[in-house]
Nanobody, 121 residues
Framework: QVQLVESGGGLVQAGGSLRLSCAAS????????MGWYRQAPGKQRELVAV???????NYADSVKGRFTISRDNAGKTVYLQMNSLKPEDTGVYYC???????????????WGQGTQVTVSS
């Protein structure tokens, strides 16, 4: 099976930094897109940052200039460097991957379990 495992969440004061990581494993043929979404209490899940296998990146307006997404050379691990954190960044951060498994020719979405990020004021 495909598995996405996140790490790096925690509690940090406003203005601080955190680095999230997500490693994909399993019967993976290729990963087109990896990225991060977050969900704050009472709000819908929103895109934070994504990066494709071609290097294309997309950030939510609210995190541009503060967050940086990156992937390793194999494309199976994605990182999110979060600087200048704000209380409104608080939420559960979910790793997302759009990938093709070794058994099917079509791409599908996979999600990690989520990691809590709490920014105190």
């Amino acid at each position: 099976q495909v598995q996405l495992v996140e790490s790096g969440g925690g509690l940090v004061q406003a203005g601080g930094s955190l680095r999230l990581s997500c490693a994909a494993s399993g019967s993976i043929f290729s990963i087109n897109v990896m990225g991060w979404y977050r969900q704050a209490p009472g709000k819908q899940r929103e895109l934070v940052a994504v990066k494709s296998s071609t290097g294309s990146q997309n950030y939510a307006d609210s995190v541009k200039g503060r967050f940086t997404i990156s992937r390793d050379n194999a494309g199976k691990t994605v990182y999110l460097q979060m600087n200048s954190l704000k209380p409104e960044d608080t939420g559960v951060y979910y790793c997302n991957a759009v990938l093709r498994t070794k058994y099917y020719s079509y791409e599908a979405d996979y999600w990690g379990q989520g990691t809590q990020v709490t920014v105190s004021s």
